[in-house]
């Protein structure tokens, strides 16, 4: 899969370049334009101030409206806020840090959490059981290799905005549950990696490696995958953020070996597969270049007359990885960039949920 350059009017000389995925399509990770901000609510017009229109809390679900948020750590918390706000029946709740029961004191224990009210019934000490305390270790795994940096339209997000996006909230959310939350990113090799903790103050963390994560290096998914398994000291939740696309010298078999161990050594496994509407459906129209982003290899193509075949595959290529983490255990959710981040949150705690 490659880089598209759209059909030209005649006598017009300068090339205009797309890019769709193959194998790694050519990527744009910022965007020519900028699109409109949001706000501020307030706007002069004239000698009175109007109220601009403040789009609604759900709204922020919607990728073309999260984009326009500049700060991440804005992103992460309107896009949990706008999930929370569309839920009936949330599937988190409850996990808080509400009192539970008590348990007897033993060294190490923080003393501010000891019960003196019991203490004095009792002569003995007890200390006060959070709910807290039996919450998850989540791990957060993103893939941010130079295929993932593909939008095929200026101002929409890519693979990777989406991708970080999503981990971003994530980390919000987890954290405001009292979840431990920890960070790996990679492209080649694992790039950075945050231990999980489960203080608020631990999202700056977290939202600064995500910030910078994008190095525009081509991926070695199977290797660094594994090196993660062995980088996760205690079992938890994995949760994997990815296109999949193997590089030049892998197979999809050996990158569903890598999510296999992450199985294999004890944590549950959420797999995120990460595709751009037009690598799903490849809507190009006219005679187009595609160019490998990584390679650099060319191919020209009229789109029309390979559409079908290459519908089929990419249908194959989702296959393989459905059936195959179906095998292992691994949660399978197939992410399509143009459809709201609740499609991703939900299935998150839904997996949480299992847990208690």
């Given at each position: 899969?490659?880089?598209?350059?759209?059909?030209?009017?005649?006598?017009?000389?300068?090339?205009?370049?797309?890019?769709?995925?193959?194998?790694?399509?050519?990527?744009?990770?910022?965007?020519?334009?900028?699109?409109?901000?949001?706000?501020?609510?307030?706007?002069?017009?004239?000698?009175?101030?109007?109220?601009?229109?403040?789009?609604?809390?759900?709204?922020?679900?919607?990728?073309?409206?999260?984009?326009?948020?500049?700060?991440?750590?804005?992103?992460?918390?309107?896009?949990?806020?706008?999930?929370?706000?569309?839920?009936?029946?949330?599937?988190?709740?409850?996990?808080?840090?509400?009192?539970?029961?008590?348990?007897?004191?033993?060294?190490?224990?923080?003393?501010?959490?000891?019960?003196?009210?019991?203490?004095?019934?009792?002569?003995?000490?007890?200390?006060?059981?959070?709910?807290?305390?039996?919450?998850?270790?989540?791990?957060?795994?993103?893939?941010?290799?130079?295929?993932?940096?593909?939008?095929?339209?200026?101002?929409?997000?890519?693979?990777?905005?989406?991708?970080?996006?999503?981990?971003?909230?994530?980390?919000?959310?987890?954290?405001?549950?009292?979840?431990?939350?920890?960070?790996?990113?990679?492209?080649?090799?694992?790039?950075?990696?945050?231990?999980?903790?489960?203080?608020?103050?631990?999202?700056?963390?977290?939202?600064?490696?995500?910030?910078?994560?994008?190095?525009?290096?081509?991926?070695?998914?199977?290797?660094?995958?594994?090196?993660?398994?062995?980088?996760?000291?205690?079992?938890?939740?994995?949760i994997v953020l990815s296109d999949l696309i193997p590089g030049a010298s892998e197979t999809l078999a050996d990158v569903l070996a890598a999510l296999e161990h992450l199985r294999y050594r004890g944590h549950d496994v959420i797999c995120f597969h990460v595709l751009d509407h037009a690598e799903l459906t490849l809507p190009y129209e006219g005679p187009t270049r595609f160019v490998?982003?990584?390679?650099?290899?060319?191919?020209?193509?009229?789109?029309?007359?390979?559409?079908?075949?290459?519908?089929?595959?990419?249908?194959?290529?989702?296959?393989?990885?459905?059936?195959?983490?179906?095998?292992?255990?691994?949660?399978?959710?197939?992410?399509?960039?143009?459809?709201?981040?609740?499609?991703?949150?939900?299935?998150?705690?839904?997996?949480?949920?299992?847990?208690?």
């Amino acid at each position: 899969m490659a880089a598209l350059t759209l059909p030209l009017p005649e006598g017009e000389e300068k090339e205009a370049t797309r890019r769709v995925v193959s194998q790694k399509a050519s990527t744009s990770s910022t965007p020519s334009t900028s699109p409109r901000p949001l706000g501020p609510p307030w706007r002069q017009g004239g000698a009175r101030a109007t109220i601009a229109r403040m789009p609604d809390v759900k709204e922020y679900l919607r990728p073309e409206v999260i984009q326009q948020v500049a700060r991440l750590e804005l992103k992460a918390r309107f896009i949990v806020e706008g999930f929370l706000a569309g839920l009936h029946d949330s599937p988190y709740h409850g996990f808080s840090t509400e009192f539970s029961e008590h348990r007897k004191y033993t060294i190490g224990d923080d003393l501010k959490d000891i019960d003196w009210n019991v203490y004095a019934r009792t002569d003995r000490f007890y200390v006060k059981k959070f709910q807290a305390e039996t919450n998850l270790n989540t791990y957060l795994l993103v893939d941010t290799s130079e295929s993932m940096a593909f939008s095929w339209r200026p101002g929409a997000m890519s693979k990777l905005d989406y991708a970080i996006c999503i981990a971003a909230a994530l980390g919000y959310l987890m954290l405001s549950q009292q979840d431990a939350v920890g960070l790996a990113t990679f492209d080649e090799t694992v790039v950075s990696f945050v231990p999980p903790r489960s203080r608020r103050a631990h999202l700056a963390g977290i939202i600064r490696a995500l910030s910078v994560a994008l190095r525009h290096r081509p991926s070695l998914l199977a290797p660094s995958l594994h090196r993660a398994a062995e980088m996760l000291r205690r079992r938890g939740l994995a949760i994997v953020l990815s296109d999949l696309i193997p590089g030049a010298s892998e197979t999809l078999a050996d990158v569903l070996a890598a999510l296999e161990h992450l199985r294999y050594r004890g944590h549950d496994v959420i797999c995120f597969h990460v595709l751009d509407h037009a690598e799903l459906t490849l809507p190009y129209e006219g005679p187009t270049r595609f160019v490998d982003t990584e390679s650099g290899q060319e191919v020209r193509v009229h789109p029309a007359a390979v559409r079908e075949d290459y519908r089929r595959e990419i249908r194959s290529f989702i296959e393989f990885f459905r059936t195959g983490c179906a095998k292992a255990r691994i949660d399978y959710v197939q992410v399509d960039t143009s459809l709201s981040f609740d499609s991703v949150l939900i299935p998150y705690l839904a997996a949480r949920k299992s847990h208690f």
